[in-house]
């Protein structure tokens, strides 16, 4: 599926999988951990945000939230009214050089193809500041597919594996590579990486 086909699966689906996912959870939890870590007021940008109730509604009001599908951002102005809302994609993010303080980007990256993936990690270094900090799901397995029958809809997953993931992280600036599992929002244990922009 190419971006434009990925984006038109995103707007079919996205009430499905925004009624579908519980907004409370461990891996909510860890989002608390990555605002601890920042200065006073940060600014935080949520990387695939979608209805927002999982991510964006557990940071700091302002923050920005990033999604290819306008349908799930339409979703998030009822869900985080107070968010700031981007319609855009992860490879060209449309926010400006060195100003987030912090990322979260849970079950977004595996949804680009796999090969681009070192782009979206230097756009998540791009517009972090130097010592911003990164969350992010870390897909354990390797492969690219698309579900059929997936929330109803038809959807892209694309990953090259942990440890080829964790080496591109460094390999785009970051730094202070560390793991957790949490609990995800459709019921699993899923692996999460923190990392520190040098």
């Known amino acids: 599926m190419d971006r434009n086909a990925i984006r038109r699966a995103w707007d079919e689906i996205a009430k499905t999988y925004a ?44 923050s920005i939230g990033v999604d290819i ?13 107070d968010a700031r809302l981007v319609q855009g994609d992860m490879e060209t993010l449309p926010i400006e050089k ?8 849970y079950h977004a990256v595996f949804h680009v193809p796999r090969g681009s993936h070192p782009a979206v990690y230097e756009e998540f270094a791009r517009i972090l500041r130097p010592g911003g900090l990164l969350l992010m799901t870390l897909p354990a397995g390797r492969f690219e597919t698309v579900r059929r029958g997936w929330m109803d809809g038809t959807m892209f997953f694309s990953a090259p594996g942990r440890d080829r993931t964790l080496d591109q992280l460094r390999a785009a600036g970051f730094e202070d590579v560390r793991t957790t599992t949490a609990d995800d929002p459709l019921g699993s244990a899923t692996e999460f990486v923190f990392a520190t922009r040098s």
Request: charged letters at 20%; aromatic letters at 0%.
């Open 98 to 105: 060195s100003v987030a303080d912090a990322i979260t980007a």
């Open 19 to 62: 009624n579908r996912r519980n907004p409370s959870g461990s891996d909510a939890q860890l989002i608390g951990d990555l605002v601890e870590g920042c200065s006073d007021d940060p600014l935080v940008v949520d990387i695939g945000c979608g209805d927002g109730a999982r991510t964006l509604a557990n940071l700091p009001a302002d």
């Open 69 to 81: 599908s306008r349908a799930g951002l339409s979703l998030a102005t009822e869900t985080v009214p």
